[in-house]
């Protein structure tokens, strides 16, 4: 059992409530749990919620507002911290990195886990068009903790992460893809509403593990 978290912010400007990190402690104290889990997002900013995991804007400035977040909340948890990226409809205005380097230079800094989700990176490639394959050969997947898998739809040129139907198909190619480069420690499927029979996740995990698989063949 891992606590996977969506609004300790630690991508705001301001340091992530002690509050919350208190009970993201408890929670893993009382599951026994190996880490803990969180969003690369921004969530909030001046006691106003915004209802989002919202991706953080990817500059210099940013990132060592980050890196200070992030030390802090290891400092506060009795495990390890691991960082899922999102997926955004947006991106803002003169990024100095890619998801990717902004990822890999956070970990260099503080050692924070990854939690990579292939649906995300699928989706920022649709709605931002950064290279989703690009982005697995940038990332250290050394500090990979684990790995999700979701399922969403297109609209108007959009693509939302509704974790509500199965993953596509280039989904599954980017778990592929990860997976001939590292062994994830484990592959979660998210599913989080429109849930369907037993039948048919469980022909999804079949289709996850073969995609797993196939990136065997190929080492």
């Not at 891992?2 to 409530?17: F, K």
């Not at 990817?58 to 400092?75: C, G, T, W």
């Not at 297109?154 to 480069?181: F, K, M, N, S, Y």
């Amino acid at each position: 059992m891992i606590p996977h978290g969506v609004s300790l912010g630690v991508g705001g400007a301001e340091p992530p409530d002690p509050a919350r990190l208190a009970h993201l402690a408890e929670c893993a104290e009382a599951l026994g749990s190996p880490l803990v889990s969180e969003h690369l997002a921004f969530v909030r900013g001046g006691g106003v919620e915004a209802g989002h995991l919202l991706p953080v804007p990817r500059s210099r400035d940013s990132l060592r507002v980050v890196i200070e977040n992030v030390r802090r909340a290891q400092d506060a948890l009795p495990v390890p911290l691991a960082l899922e990226n999102v997926a955004a409809i947006f991106g803002w205005p003169d990024d100095e990195l890619t998801e990717a380097e902004f990822l890999a230079e956070l970990v260099t800094a503080t050692g924070v886990g990854l939690l990579i989700d292939v649906a995300n990176l699928h989706t920022n490639q649709v709605n931002l068009g950064l290279p989703a394959v690009q982005a697995l050969d940038v990332l250290p997947l050394e500090h990979l903790a684990y790995v999700h898998v979701a399922g969403g739809y297109e609209a108007h040129g959009i693509w939302h992460d509704t974790h509500t139907t199965t993953a596509p198909q280039e989904v599954l190619d980017l778990l592929t893809e990860l997976c001939a480069r590292a062994t994830p420690p484990g592959v979660l499927l998210e599913w989080d509403d429109e849930y369907p029979s037993d039948a048919v996740l469980a022909d999804e995990l079949t289709r996850i593990r073969t995609a797993m698989s196939v990136a065997g063949d190929r080492r």
